[in-house]
Each structure stands twice: as C-alpha cells, then as structure tokens.
C-alpha cells in the first residue's frame, strides 16, 4: 500500500496517513458490514468512551 502511495508513515509513534483511496474503501467495507451483518442482526449502534482515571493523565504528562 505504501508503493501504491494508499498509505504513509509518519515519525510520531507508528502513526499512519491514509490516503482519499483507503479511506474510501476502509468506508465502503464498513456499509456492507453495516447494512449485511449488523442490521440484520438486529444491532444498534453504541459509543462507550474510556474513562481515564486523572493519575494516568498526570504521569503521562498529558495534563500539563
């Protein structure tokens, strides 16, 4: 994917740059999920966020 320029790596932390073209077909896979396996199934769609206790964020020197 990345000789085909779909892909890039940055410097930070193993971070990756998708290009329009993955990203579209990341998109498109996810609706055929949605529409073929989860709506059939009856499944509602749900967001949990992650609760981080403020010590973590502390020492993480995310805080500052």
Excluded at 13 to 37: G, H
Excluded at 43 to 58: E, T
């Amino acid at each position: 994917m990345q000789k085909a320029n779909w892909i890039q790596r940055t410097n930070y932390r193993n971070q990756w740059i998708l290009s329009p073209t993955i990203t579209a077909l990341a998109e498109a896979l996810k609706q055929i999920m949605v529409d073929y396996v989860y709506k059939p199934l009856g499944f509602q769609q749900m967001m949990i966020p992650k609760l981080v206790d403020w010590s973590i964020w502390l020492r993480s020197e995310h805080a500052e």
